[in-house]
């Protein structure tokens, strides 16, 4: 059964940093797409960051902010986030789509986690 779970929001100021998880099971990590997504208040899911084995893609909102990075022993993707905003503030999900598949958003995705809570305080 594939399952991603996502893990260490919460609340942060302005300027601040936080490390988000995603610990996927059920599948091997090596052949997919993982991709992080963000949702904020009122707001349409938006792609932020996708890794694959041989490509990877970011939103130009957070580059050189937002770093995507994978530990395929771990079976574990993070997404480091330096210079939060208060525009980051959102429900951020991970996904993965495969396997063999190119980055890429919404389109390339198949698998999806429960989100969790990203608040950027001014």
């Known amino acids: 059964q594939v399952q991603l779970v996502e893990s260490g929001g919460g609340l942060v100021q302005a300027g601040g940093s936080l490390r988000l998880s995603c610990a996927v099971s059920g599948f091997t990590l090596d052949y997919y797409a993982i991709g992080w997504f963000r949702q904020a208040p009122g707001k349409e899911r938006e792609g932020v960051s996708c890794i694959s084995s041989s490509d990877g893609i970011t939103a130009d909102s957070v580059k050189g902010r937002f770093t995507i990075s994978r530990d395929n022993a771990k079976n574990t993707v993070y997404l480091q986030m330096n210079s939060l905003k208060p525009e980051d503030t959102g429900v951020y999900y991970c996904?993965?789509?495969?396997?063999?598949?190119?980055?890429?958003?919404?389109?390339?995705?198949?698998?999806w986690g429960k989100g969790t809570l990203v608040t950027v305080s001014s």
């Open positions: 996904a993965a789509g495969g396997p063999f598949r190119l980055c890429g958003w919404d389109d390339v995705m198949d698998y």
